[in-house]
């Protein structure tokens, strides 16, 4: 096997010699694009010729980035992935990577374009009509799906690198700049302005419990124990592609067993006589035991559930938070009452304390301050 460092300008390339082309009878060679460094290029060409020896070298074929993600690597991978998983990397190539780079050949994609398509996400990648840019880690979710494309295509021979591996990506911090909380005032406001609207025992569960929507939206009767006060979240109901399917939680750590306050059960209580009232007159009987359901007893779209707390927060005069930071909420309130770090992740489902504390770095401040101030009052007493 032959092969040799060629450069073009300011790039290097593995040159390997593939036989004689029986149509023309000259010499093949193969020009493989390998970065801008001959260090980086040497090892390209080594590795070329091993995947030649051990019978695994594939000559080059012009499948764009695009077609090779989502006609290759994504059909490949969907059997093995959770739907909503294999919906969520389809909607990325489709409205992020194919609108940038998707027309690039995967084996000339090189690392500076993923550091462009990267530094235009962030400003302007929104599609949705309002401009501007996409979160730091919504980027890196562009660029996790692309490196994990890349890494099949190298590890089968499609492309000789990872080129993702290369780029400069977005830094994250689990503290996100995006979360917003509200004050106990503030949330007993909201919850005492919609009390009367039927999801008013969802809203306060999720304010009570900080469950995650989709976990709102699959629980059923028979986790839920009023008699003991608690309720266990075994599974999730997500939105794929506007359908609705049933699914395991996140993470083993996600089920979990939540305690009730003696509100949310009386409300609970109401709420399931209720629905026992209602399908009773209808006469209907329903399969599922969706805790928060429609009249024909088929569960509530967790689309729906967010944009009735939108549409009910718009008419209140509170500062304008998402959904999901009802959870947030939750959790700033139990820690900032001086509950044990633990309880609060174990209420969360969250994979361990520290987590808890790094998403909650805001809370510390002013707990390190009550901290000081009771430490003080017990060894020397109210006197300053």
């Known amino acids: 096997m032959r092969g040799h460092i060629a450069k073009k300008g300011n790039r290097y390339y593995a040159v390997i010699y593939e036989g004689v082309d029986p149509a023309t009878g000259?010499?093949?060679?193969?020009w493989h694009a390998a970065g801008d460094n001959r260090k980086d290029a040497e090892r390209v060409l080594a590795d070329l010729i091993k995947r030649v020896h051990d019978g695994d070298y594939r000559s080059p074929d012009k499948?764009?980035?695009g077609d090779y993600m989502l006609k290759r690597w994504l059909p490949a991978k969907r059997a093995r992935l959770k739907p909503s998983t294999a919906e969520s990397y389809e909607r990325i190539i489709r409205l992020h990577i194919n609108p940038n780079i998707g027309h690039?050949?995967?084996q000339k994609l090189r690392p500076e374009d993923l550091d462009t398509l990267y530094a235009r996400l962030l400003t302007e990648g929104k599609r949705n009509g309002s401009g501007g840019g996409l979160s730091a880690q919504t980027v890196r979710n562009v660029h996790i799906t692309i490196q994990g494309a890349l890494s099949d295509a190298e590890r089968k021979g499609t492309v000789v690198r990872n080129v993702a591996d290369l780029?400069?990506?977005p830094t994250t911090s689990r503290n996100s700049p995006t979360m917003s909380v509200w004050t106990s005032d503030e949330l007993r406001a909201f919850l005492d302005a919609i009390c009367d609207h039927y999801l008013y025992p969802l809203f306060l569960l999720a304010a009570t419990t900080g469950m995650r929507r989709a976990e709102i939206a699959g629980l059923v009767w028979r986790n839920v124990d009023l008699d003991t006060a608690r309720l266990t979240v075994s599974q999730q109901l997500l939105s794929v592609e506007y359908k609705l399917i049933e699914s395991d939680l996140k993470t083993p750590t996600s089920r979990r067993t939540i305690d009730l306050d003696p509100h949310t059960v009386a409300q609970l209580r109401l709420h399931r006589r209720h629905q026992l009232e209602d399908r009773m007159g209808t006469g209907r009987r329903h399969k599922g035991g969706y805790v928060f359901a429609k009249?024909?007893?088929s569960p509530i779209h967790p689309d729906l559930i967010s944009?009735?707390?939108e549409r009910l927060l718009a008419k209140i005069d509170l500062p304008s938070i998402r959904l999901h930071d009802l959870r947030h909420t939750h959790a700033t309130i139990l820690l900032q009452q001086g509950v044990n770090p633990k309880v609060v992740?174990?209420?969360l489902g969250h994979a361990s304390v520290s987590f808890t504390m790094d998403v909650y770095q805001h809370v510390l401040p002013d707990m390190q301050a009550q901290a000081a101030a009771t430490f003080g009052t017990a060894i020397f007493g109210d006197t300053p």
């Open 26 to 30: 000259k010499d093949k060679r193969r």
């Open 63 to 65: 499948i764009t980035l």
């Open 104 to 106: 690039i050949p995967v």
């Open 167 to 169: 780029a400069d990506t």
């Open 295 to 297: 009249p024909d007893g």
């Open 307 to 309: 944009q009735t707390f």
């Open 345 to 347: 992740s174990e209420r």
